[in-house]
């Protein structure tokens, strides 16, 4: 590995001090160290010459040295400075020196390993406090607010963006619980169920309307994750509120203009559909359709628009889709309701964007009764002028020139004139265009094709307002091919028109709303494709749109969470909402995100594809880790020499006898008398691992009624052994207490957080004694100071301590998070946060009595609730002799002693043994003799393969092989391997318990 360079300033006058340093500078370890030297002899040197200074070492000589320590020291600001002095009696800095330097070094004492130690320890120093700067102005300056309360929702922090959000600020807000924004918008049904969540130690999110100060009303996307220590405890909540108020105005106008358009189809008299211009397939039908044709909505959706023409009317059908220009399309066609009667309609499409695609949007006017009428009236012009002004749609016939010859009575109301006199005033080319542009590509597309079909124009109104209109039309020619004029169909498709604006509006505010969003949303197709992403999504992952897109999503997701995203996909494509899940996406740089998904179904009628909505989390995780591993520290640090002092004691026994036993090999009295005392300090030493890992919850702890006084007991001997011994550990228990129903290893981290703060505090006290006392207490007398003591009896715990004590003004922020007296470094101010949240927690409640200089008593008390039902440790009655054998055991141990060991307990007995000293031999041995060997007895931890890997391909090819696994260490989340063909032996164990345990295995049935 590459050693780093650390550049030292040595400010000094004395040429023999630069040679000091020189000669002391150790160059070993991790760094190199580069010195310069600078004198201040004629005055205050220049520091900015030295920006890449890590650490300044000053040289002090007299009081005029110190005058221009202070000066140096407000240049280099909070710069690493160490000062060395001649000798140890030297003059310290004064004034702002003092609180400024951050070692000080005698030249006369200093060996390459102090100021080794010295400048790591000072550029350490530098780095943690700018580190923890950084921390809390990212807190602060975080845009969405930020709550920390207890686990009984007392509020302990706000940041300034909460106080934006809520009108409250900080001093107004901490010692209050959340219920000061409770706006009466959610029932109490409501809080119930989030705090069910959160108390069971899941994340909470929702949306919550809640009040600001100043009274109005404001919504907010609410996440609340609950901070546990390792036990599983809750000790406080963690709130991240974000005001959504503006986007929710957003939604809902959207909402209310998407109703309008629905309603406006929905409603409209007159059929409409929409369709598939590919497939021709019907997308979306009104009630007015289904009411005129026959066909229910299903039957509908079922079809194409070729179902409902004439067999003769499908090649005229096809020619014209061909021809279709993309913009209006119709005319007259015929149609056959469901019933098989043919009717005739003049119809309008338009293309549109229908759920992300392209569509057309069909209005039908149904003119069967017109053109029957019009058969009917052909021989007379009167009857002709009657079908002719009843026609729902507007038309006419103009001269070549433009001059309208014929118009009806619907075209002069479309236009809005009373009489068709006066639109025959008109000219069709100069009065009605209200652009020109409009008028000339009317003209040239008679004038080159001689018709014209669905064109769209907007004409003026005799009022001048604009009326846009739909028109087709050909030209009439004489025999003998001269143009006669031109005749027409138009519609009024304003309304039309107003509604795709509307929809198009509705769909253009939508894609600004994911545009905008912070969080990453995307679509999938059914099978996992990716359709669309937004800038967001490019702004966490890295990947631009244009490398996802078509890509599965499953790339770019952990492996191990892929069974996750899986599930919730599935879900979505059956047609719900998956509830929010966190797994890990790989961005671009290779790193990994948490991220907090939720995932949708994308439906068009029926689900096409996925939607998902992807927030990081990353930060917050890292945040909720650093909490938790303070929490563990503090109290493990405390417990490190006592357990090491504890286990040199076992092992100088175990030693020592061993030593007696080769001297006395022929005094059978000693030899047992070693032997029985090795057997008891190897008993401590297991009994010692035992407690170690429960408290670090590596074994499982069953939350199950308990007698008090023995876990009281049980914590006591264990403090005996590892605090130091002139401390003083008693207890006064009451032999009458009843069982309690309770979670024991969180009740031990209690007790032992006041157990350790207790030995704090009692370290330079002449008395150093704790003392532990249990009693019964009455419920009544308990209400007179809590009056929600409900219960008729409470458990009372106490630890009291001959320390110091603790003034009034600490003792009311003792419970306070992060609130702590120690110095830095000796405590995280979790401890008595996580007593206190332990207590409320087993609904009690929590007495501390202390004065300056008389030490403290802190008194828990618990409620006499009790469910279930002691378990005796001693009810199974053990057989006097090991039972013994002759099957052919296999045993796997790479461990030559213990193995050596196993075999002659094992062959002791009558049993056969095949020894092996990895996972690999192991195979090869059984492969030979797998007809033979009845049992496998193989270690967890073995070279080349372990032991479960050896199990499970061992029963590869003998399914229901018996096997022992041992091992010093099981985790209890794990699950066991096919029992009961599988049992576990612990380490360290005796001889008798193997025998008995592989008489077992090889007589279970």
């Avoid at 770019?556 to 909402?577: C, F, M, N, V, Y």
């Amino acid at each position: 590995m590459k050693k780093s360079t650390i550049n030292l300033l040595l400010i000094s006058n004395s040429l023999q001090a630069v040679e000091f340093v020189k000669k002391n500078l150790p160059q070993f370890g991790l760094e190199n160290f580069e010195l310069s030297h600078v004198e201040y002899a004629s005055g205050v040197p220049k520091l900015e010459e030295k920006a890449n200074v890590d650490v300044i070492l000053f040289h002090s000589e007299g009081r005029y040295g110190w005058n221009v320590c202070r000066e140096i020291l407000n240049l280099a600001g909070n710069k690493p400075f160490i000062v060395l002095t001649d000798d140890e009696k030297s003059e310290r800095p004064l004034g702002a020196a003092k609180s400024v330097v951050q070692d000080h070094l005698a030249m006369s004492d200093l060996t390459p390993d102090l100021l080794h130690r010295s400048i790591r320890y000072t550029i350490e120093r530098y780095r943690t406090i700018n580190d923890a700067a950084l921390q809390s102005v990212a807190l602060q300056s975080s845009a969405n607010g930020i709550i920390i309360t207890t686990a009984a929702g007392i509020i302990t922090w706000v940041n300034p963006a909460f106080t934006t959000i809520t009108g409250y600020p900080a001093e107004e807000a901490v010692g209050k619980t959340p219920r000061i924004l409770k706006s009466g918008m959610q029932n109490q049904g409501f809080y119930a169920k989030l705090w069910e969540t959160i108390l069971s130690g899941n994340v909470w999110r929702g949306e919550v309307v809640n009040r600001h100060k100043e009274g109005h009303l404001y919504s907010e996307l609410l996440t609340i994750t609950p901070i546990k220590v390792d036990s599983g405890r809750i000790t406080h909540f963690v709130s991240f509120q974000q005001d959504i108020t503006e986007r929710k105005k957003t939604e809902e106008a959207l909402r209310n203009n998407e109703v309008k358009y629905r309603e406006l189809f929905e409603c409209s008299p007159r059929p409409m559909w929409v369709y598939d211009p590919v497939s021709l397939a019907f997308l979306l039908v009104n009630d007015a359709a289904v009411e005129m044709y026959g066909y229910s909505k299903d039957e509908f959706h079922a079809m194409t628009i070729k179902d409902i023409r004439p067999p003769g009317d499908l090649p005229s059908l096809e020619a014209h889709l061909k021809k279709e220009n993309r913009k209006i399309m119709g005319g007259l066609w015929r149609h056959i309701k469901k019933n098989g009667e043919m009717i005739y309609v003049e119809i309008a499409s338009h293309p549109i964007q229908y759920q992300g695609k392209i569509a057309k949007m069909v209005l039908v006017n149904d003119l069967t009764d017109q053109m029957v009428l019009a058969g009917r009236l052909l021989e007379s012009e009167e009857k002709y002028r009657n079908l002719f002004d009843t026609l729902s749609v507007g038309v006419f016939e103009s001269t070549p020139d433009g001059r309208f010859k014929t118009v009806n009575s619907k075209l002069s109301t479309m236009l809005g004139y009373e009489t068709t006199e006066e639109v025959l005033q008109l000219d069709l080319w100069k009065n009605l265009y209200y652009n020109d542009n409009d008028r000339a590509k009317f003209i040239k597309k008679y004038e080159t094709t001689g018709e014209i079909e669905n064109v769209e124009a907007v004409w003026k109104k005799k009022d001048g307002s604009p009326v846009t209109v739909n028109v087709s039309g050909r030209k009439i020619v004489d025999s003998n091919g001269r143009i006669e004029g031109y005749a027409g169909i138009v519609i009024d498709v304003t309304d039309k028109k107003e509604t795709e604006q509307k929809l198009k509006e509705s769909e253009h505010r939508y894609s600004e709303l994911v545009k905008n969003a912070h969080d990453a949303i995307y679509t999938l197709s059914t099978d996992g494709l990716m359709t669309s992403v937004n800038p967001a999504f490019e702004l966490i992952t890295g990947w631009s749109a244009a490398e996802r897109m078509g890509r599965s999503f499953s790339d770019i997701i952990h492996p191990e969470d892929l069974a996750i995203l899986k599930k919730a996909s599935d879900q979505a494509i059956r047609g719900d909402t998956s509830p929010a899940f966190e797994i890990r996406i790989l961005r671009k740089d290779d790193q990994y995100l948490i991220v907090e998904f939720t995932v949708s179904p994308l439906r068009n009628g029926k689900v096409k594809g996925i939607l998902g909505i992807a927030r990081d989390v990353t930060e917050r995780k890292k945040l909720e880790e650093v909490v938790r591993r303070a929490q563990k520290m503090d109290s493990l640090g405390n417990l490190a020499s006592g357990i090491a002092h504890d286990f040199n004691n076992i092992l100088g026994i175990i030693l020592g006898h061993t030593y007696l036993i080769k001297k006395k090999i022929d005094n059978t009295s000693i030899v047992l008398e070693s032997l029985k005392d090795m057997t008891n300090a190897t008993n401590r030493g297991k009994a010692l691992v035992r407690q170690i890992l429960t408290f670090a919850r590596k074994t499982e702890v069953v939350t199950e009624p308990i007698m008090v006084n023995q876990l009281v007991k049980e914590l006591g001997d264990l403090l005996i052994k590892t605090f130091p011994r002139t401390i003083d550990v008693q207890w006064d228990l009451d032999p009458s207490l009843p069982v309690i129903t309770i979670d024991p290893e969180k009740m031990h981290q209690a007790l032992l957080n006041l157990a350790v703060n207790a030995k704090d505090a009692i370290k330079n006290s002449k008395e150093q004694k704790i003392l532990f006392k249990t009693e019964l207490v009455d419920g009544k007398s308990l209400r007179n100071r809590f009056v929600d003591a409900v219960h008729h009896s409470y458990i009372g715990v106490s630890v009291a301590d001959t320390g110091s004590g603790i003034d009034p003004a600490t003792k009311t922020k003792i419970f306070e998070p992060f609130f702590t007296t120690k110095e830095p470094g000796n405590g995280t101010g979790l401890g008595l946060a996580i007593v206190y949240g332990v207590v409320h927690g087993h609904q009690g409640f929590i007495d501390v009595e202390s004065e300056v200089g008389y030490g403290s008593v802190f008194k828990l008390y618990f409620p006499v609730i009790t469910r279930g039902r002691l378990l005796e440790e001693n009810n199974i009655v053990k057989k006097v002799k090991p039972p013994g054998g002759s099957e052919t055991i296999l045993v796997v141990e790479d461990d030559t002693t213990l193995r050596k060991l196993l075999e002659k307990i094992l062959t002791g007995e009558g049993y056969t043994v095949i020894h092996a000293k990895d996972g690999e031999e192991a195979i090869q041995l059984f492969r030979q003799n797998r007809n033979t060997i009845a049992l496998v007895i193989t270690d967890f931890g073995l070279p080349k393969k372990d032991g479960k890997t050896v199990i499970r391909e061992l029963r590869a090819i003998v399914p229901g092989l018996r096997c022992i696994l041992a091992s010093g260490y099981f985790d209890p989340s794990a699950s066991e391997e096919e029992a009961p063909y599988t049992d576990y032996l612990p380490k360290p164990y005796m001889p008798d318990e193997v025998l008995f345990k592989v008489r077992d295995m090889l007589d279970r049935k």
